[in-house]
């Protein structure tokens, strides 16, 4: 048998994967044009607003306002829909830490409840369980591009009287039972971070099809202001969360390209799944028959009799050695000291006992869960075939990491 690579051995594979991100003439041709301009925020601009439309629509939300990133497009939809001091966000631990400071930073709680283990996706069981006189609001994460159970959230949330936040981060263009998400609860956040299927480097949107709630974002992004209002008419109080226009003119090229880009990303992602069909230990997340479009944007995989954390790391830099770009996935923030210590901080000065969370599921997860960098789904049959071959290896010597 080959050796591993992180043994001498050499790699299943050295030739690069597809770059991201993605662009063309088209990107510097509407680049150039903002910069000769001179109008290069949108307080002067209307590129943002154009694409704010474009986004509302392609997302099937009555409403969408920019923001320069997704945690704060988080906070500020917490915000937006009266969250605050000491009150309880219930959400999963097994996302990223965004989806936590986003609460944190305006004096809320986050309480972690579980994931289901078969979609690595927040579980509306255990979410009811969290749930206290003190919750506020229920954050479902879209993880991977895949929609959580919205209709079993969604009728927690309604029978309980809370706002329901989506951390769509991950969910451009993902679909749960014929509608996108976003807007499927009270508002939702996209971020177009580098990472993410659409991207201006940075930024994000948050989308909600309530009027109301979308004057309230507007304030948010825009320093209190309402968006008929006077310039220094502040009615509430806000962050400047604006996008550019630079960056709008970059999201409206990568808006265009989304379409055809997941079409990609979904037959490399069924090539994946057939090449790995059959391969001991090896299982993905379940896609629940409600998911009518998946955002495809990380392809995940559990390996199971890993012998803890740190095995999994070994395998994780093992599978990277092949040529193969992997990641171990999140840590799970119920473990995450920095959260844990703010969330001790805030209930202490409230008089409140630490939430404390058992997380099972979650821990499995954190334990035997990976996913391909997110431009493997850009490649080709071949990349696909050696992926699945890298996997194979590096589990026929697992036993030596
Ligand atoms: C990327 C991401 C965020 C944060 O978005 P930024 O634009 O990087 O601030 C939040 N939640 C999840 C699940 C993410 O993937």
Same mark, same amino acid.
């Given at each position: 048998m080959d050796e591993l690579a992180i043994h001498g051995g050499d790699p299943v594979r050295t030739d690069p994967f597809p770059a991201w991100p993605v662009s063309s003439d088209a990107e510097e041709r509407a680049l150039r044009a903002v910069l000769a301009s001179g109008r290069w925020s949108s307080t002067h601009g209307s590129e943002v607003r154009a694409f704010e439309r474009e986004f509302a629509d392609y997302q099937q939300a009555e409403h969408c306002v920019a923001v320069c990133n997704g945690t704060l497009g988080l906070t500020a939809a917490l915000k937006a829909l009266g969250v605050g001091i000491g009150d309880e966000v219930v959400m999963p631990a097994y996302t990223f830490v965004g989806s936590a400071t986003a609460a944190l930073?305006?004096?809320?709680?986050?309480?972690?409840?579980?994931?289901?283990?078969?979609?690595?996706?927040?579980?509306? %069981?255990?979410? =009811?369980?969290?749930?206290?006189?003190? @919750?506020?609001?229920?954050?479902? /994460?879209?993880?991977?591009?895949? $929609?959580?159970?919205?209709?079993?959230?969604?009728?927690?949330?309604?029978?309980?009287?809370?706002?329901?936040?989506?951390?769509?981060?991950?969910?451009?263009?993902?679909?749960?039972?014929?509608?996108?998400?976003?807007?499927?609860?009270?508002?939702?956040?996209?971020?177009?971070?580098?990472?993410?299927?659409?991207?201006?480097?940075?930024?994000?949107?948050?989308?909600?099809?309530?009027?109301?709630?979308?004057?309230?974002?507007?304030?948010?992004?825009?320093?209190?202001?309402?968006?008929?209002?006077?310039?220094?008419?502040?009615?509430h109080v806000g962050f400047n969360l604006r996008l550019t226009e630079f960056q709008a003119v970059i999201l409206r090229e990568q808006l265009r390209r989304h379409p055809a880009q997941t %079409?990609?990303? =979904?037959?490399?992602?069924?090539?994946? @799944?057939?090449?790995?069909?059959? /391969?001991?230990?090896?299982?993905? $997340?379940?896609?629940?028959?409600?998911?009518?479009?998946?955002?495809?944007h990380l392809f995940t995989f559990r390996v199971a009799g890993l012998e803890g954390l740190a095995h999994k790391k070994r395998f994780v830099r093992a599978l990277a050695a092949e040529g193969i770009p992997v990641s171990g996935g999140y840590v799970g923030l119920h473990h995450n000291e920095a959260i844990r210590r703010e969330i001790r901080t805030i209930t202490g000065r409230l008089g409140r006992p630490e939430p404390v969370s058992e997380l099972p599921a979650t821990d499995d997860v954190v334990a035997e869960a990976m996913w391909l960098s997110p431009q493997t789904l850009l490649g080709t049959h071949e990349d696909a075939e050696t992926i699945a071959a890298a996997i194979r290896k590096v589990l026929d010597h697992s036993t030596q990491l």
């Open positions: 930073m305006i004096g809320a709680i986050p309480v972690f409840a579980d994931v289901d283990p078969s979609t690595h996706l927040l579980d509306p %069981r255990s979410t =009811e369980a969290a749930i206290t006189d003190r @919750t506020a609001a229920i954050m479902p /994460v879209h993880l991977a591009g895949q $929609p959580c159970d919205m209709d079993a959230l969604l009728k927690v949330a309604s029978s309980r009287g809370l706002a329901v936040v989506e951390d769509a981060a991950q969910g451009h263009g993902a679909e749960w039972r014929g509608q996108r998400v976003g807007a499927l609860g009270d508002a939702g956040m996209f971020s177009f971070q580098t990472s993410k299927n659409m991207t201006a480097g940075e930024g994000g949107a948050v989308a909600t099809n309530s009027a109301d709630v979308g004057r309230r974002l507007y304030a948010q992004a825009n320093v209190g202001r309402v968006p008929d209002g006077d310039w220094y008419q502040h009615e %079409r990609h990303r =979904e037959t490399q992602w069924n090539r994946l @799944t057939e090449q790995v069909a059959g /391969v001991p230990r090896l299982s993905m $997340p379940v896609i629940d028959e409600r998911v009518t479009a998946h955002g495809r």
